[in-house]
C-alpha cells in the first residue's frame, strides 16, 4: 500500500508526477510498482524490482488505458542476485 512518486519524461519533452503503488510480487525479491492510468490516453505501468539485484528492473509493462496495446521490457542479463546467508 506505501507509495513512491517520481517525475517521468515523456517522449514528446513534457514531464509529469507518476504515482506508483508499492506491492509484493509473488516469487524469489520481487517488489512489483504498479501505475494506474488517471487521464485520458494515460498509460498503465507495472515494474518489477528483484531486491536481490540491487532493484533493478527486471520487468516492465506499458499498457495503454483500454488495454489494446501494451509494451514490454524484460532483463536478460544484469547485476546476478546476492547470496542470502
Keep these: 500500500g506505501a507509495q ?3 517525475y517521468v519524461a ?6 509529469d508526477l507518476w504515482t506508483f503503488t508499492v ?3 509473488p516469487g524469489d525479491g520481487l517488489i512489483e510498482l504498479l501505475r494506474e ?3 485520458e490516453f494515460d498509460s498503465r505501468v507495472e515494474v518489477w524490482l528483484h531486491a536481490r539485484r540491487g532493484y533493478w528492473p527486471v ?3 506499458q499498457t495503454q ?5 501494451s509494451f514490454e521490457l524484460v532483463l536478460e542479463d544484469g ?3 546476492l547470496s542470502l546467508r
Design 59 to 61: 520487468r516492465a509493462v
Design 10 to 15: 515523456g517522449s514528446r519533452g513534457d514531464a
Design 65 to 69: 488505458k483500454g488495454g489494446e496495446s
Design 23 to 25: 506491492r509484493n510480487a
Design 37 to 39: 492510468p488517471r487521464k
Design 4 to 6: 513512491v512518486s517520481i
Design 79 to 81: 547485476p546476478k542476485p
